[in-house]
């Protein structure tokens, strides 16, 4: 078995995507001279090509594209049925219902 999985800085991603859109080289070229999967660098490729545009937008719309993307990630983390599960507490589905065997406090 190997070791733990190699961690690749962004900065050598970046260096990785920027020659491969330069053309110069093939991809298998770049991946050899930097001991990457080729198919690495053409995803590091594509997300750089495609990402490229919001590097030049306004900062609002990177700061709002950035909140909302957050906001996403997070919707899930406050739904109601996952705090009560994160405090380790079971909901029951029989909440005010008489349970068999208990007296009704209604008269």
């Known amino acids: 078995m190997q070791g733990k999985r190699r961690r690749i800085a962004a900065a050598l991603k970046a260096k990785v995507a920027l020659e491969a859109l330069g053309g110069e080289k093939t991809t298998n070229e770049i991946a050899g001279k930097y001991e990457v999967h080729p198919n690495q660098v ?3 490729k594509k997300r750089l090509r495609e990402s490229a545009a919001d590097f030049f937008a306004e900062r609002r719309a990177r700061d709002a594209a950035a909140a909302r993307q957050a906001g996403e990630r997070n919707a899930k983390a406050r739904r109601p049925q996952n705090v009560v599960k994160g405090l380790g507490i079971q909901a029951s589905r029989e ?7 208990e007296r009704s406090h209604r008269m």
């Open 42 to 44: 053409a995803a590091w």
């Open 95 to 101: 909440t005010r219902h008489e349970r068999p065997g």
